[in-house]
C-alpha cells in the first residue's frame, strides 16, 4: 500500500515561498513508470493541477503556475517537493500530492496552506 504524507508551514506571508514536501511510503518515487504530481484546491474552488515529476526526474508544469513553481526530488528520503514563488492570498488551499499525471491512484490527505499577513 503506498502512502503520500504531506508537510511543511501552514502559514506563509505574502510575498514569500511556499515550500512543501512529500513523504511517500510503500513505494520508491523512482519506480517506471511512476508520476508524482501537486494538486491543489482553493477553498470553493475545484481541484487544480500544479505539476509533476517523474520517475526519471523530468519535471512539467501548469502554463498558469509555470513561472511561480518548482518541483524536485530527494531519491534518498523518497520524498517530493514543492516551490511556489511570490504567493498571494490567491495561494491559499489545501495542498495534495498524489501519484499519477492525470488519474490518481493515491493520495495524500492534504496540508492547508494559509497565506496572510
Known amino acids: 500500500q503506498v502512502q503520500l504524507q504531506e508537510s511543511g508551514p501552514g502559514l506563509v506571508k505574502p510575498s514569500q515561498t511556499l515550500s512543501l514536501t512529500c513523504t511517500v511510503s510503500g513505494g520508491s518515487i523512482t519506480s517506471a513508470y511512476y508520476s508524482w504530481s501537486w494538486i491543489r484546491q482553493p477553498p470553493g474552488k475545484g481541484l487544480e493541477w500544479m505539476g509533476v515529476?517523474?520517475?526519471?526526474?523530468?519535471?512539467y508544469y501548469s502554463p498558469s503556475l509555470k513561472s511561480r513553481t518548482s518541483i524536485s526530488r530527494d531519491t534518498s528520503k523518497n520524498q517530493f517537493s514543492l516551490q511556489l514563488i511570490s504567493v498571494t492570498p490567491e495561494d491559499t488551499a489545501v495542498y495534495y500530492c498524489a501519484r499519477g499525471l492525470t488519474e490518481y491512484t493515491y493520495w495524500g490527505q492534504g496540508t492547508q496552506v494559509t497565506v496572510s499577513s
Open positions: 515529476i517523474t520517475y526519471d526526474g523530468n519535471t
